[in-house]
Structures are given as structure tokens and as C-alpha cells.
């Protein structure tokens, strides 16, 4: 029998796992990838008495791959919170979606593990900027405001990771990141023990994010917020995180935070407004390679000729 767990690359997918993995400790062999790497399963062959978790990544993009192994007998945990589509009906399928816009991979599996690691999940849904779950599960916790914090700071440190075109971009390879943040039952004890790699992520944070600071908007309104970044592994590190800082700085704007590729496409991350979290993967679904969630949402290669025609639904779908 062989385990195997495939996960997001960024704080959501991390955070999941690591609490999963706190409450069932086991020898698996991890998949994941950059944060845009969502076509996970086709990596992994499984059967009969083979399990498989599946955490934070669309279901909807990984469907054939499921039902290959849905019918070559392996056992299957799916968790997310992405558009999943049709979800295949099998006994050896235990799926635990939820599109709501204020919930992530993290807090299902809390619920689901009944809070037994729940300052992980407060982690990851800071990370995924669902700043009001975090503090409200926080609520619960024995935790005072330098704490709080803290933790809040290791969602974003641990989602900015995430970000890239290659591994080569991260200074963690997201498999690294969840072995170092998983010998720790609580997060506070790895900002603690593990205080260099805790700080190697927040100085390159800082210096990616005051790079984007720089940068005027492309297009801008009280409604959206169009911006470009160069072709550069600062600005494919900092997009995801500079969409969310965006967000909650104008948070009755919608953002588009467009990253320029080495092919002339672009690499494309949309933020909801705070004050409407909905809308951001309809909109992106219309192209190809879009997909993602009602309040997040992204393209992973936008063709260049179809620029305009982006920002001009971008724009229309926020008016």
C-alpha cells in the first residue's frame, strides 16, 4: 500500500497537509509544484489499496485523472474550494468541496479534524487573504496580538513562496517548505526554531513587494485596477501577494495583476473586491487556461493578442 499527497504549492495546500499530517503522521511521496501547477494528478499512478489525498487544487482540472484512479482502485480524499465541475460518483471517493468565498482547503480540513491543529488553518487562510475567517477561527485561540500577527505573517511568507513560473523562482521548493513547517504542531514554534528560513521569506518579501510599489497601474478606476509586471522572477514571486495587498488597500476595487512571460503571454491573477467576492473565476474561465475561485481567480498563459479583449471583460464584469 502506498500513500500519496498531492497539494498546492502555496499557504492553503501547505497548511492543509501539514494538519492532516500532524493528526495521521505517514510516509508518502508528495506532488506539488509552483502555485499555478494545478494538473497535479497526472503525476501520480495509484490502485488498489493505494490512497490518495488531493488538497487545493481544482477538481475540475484533474477530473480524467481522478476517474483513472477512481477505476484503478486507489482510494481518494479530495479537498478544495475551487470550481470542481462534475464531481465523479464513487465509493472510494470522499470529497470535502466548498466554493463559499470565505472558505479555503485549511479551514475545511480544520473542521473536518475538529480544530486539533486549528493555528495551522488560521495560517492558511490568512494566506489565501481571507483575513475574516482567519481572525474568526483565531477567536478561539489563545492568542495575543503580537501572536496573531505572527501567524498572519507566515500566511502571506508562505503563499508569496508559492508564487513562479519554475521552482527555480522560489527560494523553497514547496515540498521543503511543508517537511520544514510540519515537524511543528504549532506555527509560533517554527517562526521560532526555524527563524532563518522564517526570515529568508520575509526579507524577500519586503524587496519584491517595494519593487511592485513602484509600478503605476496600467488602467485604473474607482472600480478596477489593471496592472503589468515585467518579465522577471521578482515580479512572478510578488503577483499573487501584490494582487491580495491591492485588494485590501482599495477594497471596493477589483484588481488584475498581469505578469509579462518569456513567451510575449501573460501570466494573469484577479482579485474580487473585498466589498463583492464574486465573479473573479467566472471571468477567468472564459480564457483559456483561467480558473480559480469566486473571490480569486487566475490565467496561466493569456495569449498577448487577447490583451484587450481581457481587460475589456475584466472591466465589464466589474462596472
Request: hydrophobic share 40%.
Amino acid at each position: 500500500m502506498a500513500d500519496f499527497d498531492v497539494f498546492n504549492g502555496d499557504a492553503d495546500g501547505i497548511c492543509a497537509l501539514t494538519q492532516l499530517q500532524l493528526a495521521s503522521p505517514r510516509e508518502s511521496t508528495l506532488v506539488t509544484g509552483v502555485k499555478r501547477d494545478i494538473d497535479l494528478l497526472k503525476q501520480v499512478t495509484a490502485g488498489r489499496g493505494d490512497r490518495v489525498t488531493v488538497l487545493d487544487v481544482s477538481l475540475d482540472k484533474n477530473r480524467d485523472d481522478l476517474v483513472r484512479l477512481l477505476q484503478a482502485g486507489a482510494e481518494v480524499f479530495y479537498v478544495d474550494h475551487h470550481f470542481p465541475g462534475e464531481i465523479p460518483q464513487a465509493p472510494a471517493l470522499t470529497a470535502l468541496i466548498n466554493e463559499a468565498p470565505e472558505i479555503c482547503t485549511s479551514l475545511l480540513v480544520n473542521s473536518h479534524l475538529k480544530g486539533a491543529f486549528a493555528p495551522w488553518a488560521v495560517v492558511g487562510a490568512f494566506g489565501d487573504n481571507l483575513d475574516k475567517s482567519a481572525l474568526a477561527l483565531a477567536s478561539s485561540l489563545d492568542l495575543d496580538e503580537a501572536q496573531l500577527a505572527q501567524l498572519k505573517n507566515l500566511g502571506i511568507y508562505i503563499n508569496y513562496n508559492g508564487y513562479g513560473s519554475t521552482l527555480e523562482d522560489l527560494h523553497f521548493h514547496p515540498q521543503q517548505l511543508f517537511r520544514q513547517v510540519s515537524a511543528y504542531a504549532n506555527p509560533l514554534d517554527f517562526i521560532s526554531a526555524g527563524r532563518e528560513h522564517f526570515d529568508r521569506l520575509e526579507t524577500g518579501y519586503h524587496t519584491d513587494m517595494a519593487a511592485a510599489a513602484n509600478l503605476p497601474p496600467e488602467k485604473v478606476s474607482d472600480q478596477t485596477a489593471v496592472f503589468i509586471l515585467p518579465d522577471q522572477a521578482w515580479a512572478r514571486r510578488v503577483s499573487g501577494v501584490f494582487s491580495n495587498d491591492l485588494t485590501n488597500l482599495h477594497p471596493s476595487r477589483a484588481h488584475a495583476v498581469l505578469t509579462e512571460k518569456a513567451n510575449g503571454n501573460f501570466l494573469v491573477s484577479v482579485r474580487a473586491p473585498l466589498s463583492n467576492r464574486t465573479g473573479a473565476a467566472e471571468l477567468c474561465r472564459r480564457f483559456p487556461t483561467g480558473g480559480g475561485r469566486e473571490a480569486a481567480a487566475g490565467i496561466n498563459d493569456l495569449p498577448a493578442d487577447q490583451l484587450n479583449a481581457f481587460i475589456d471583460a475584466f472591466q465589464a464584469q466589474y462596472r
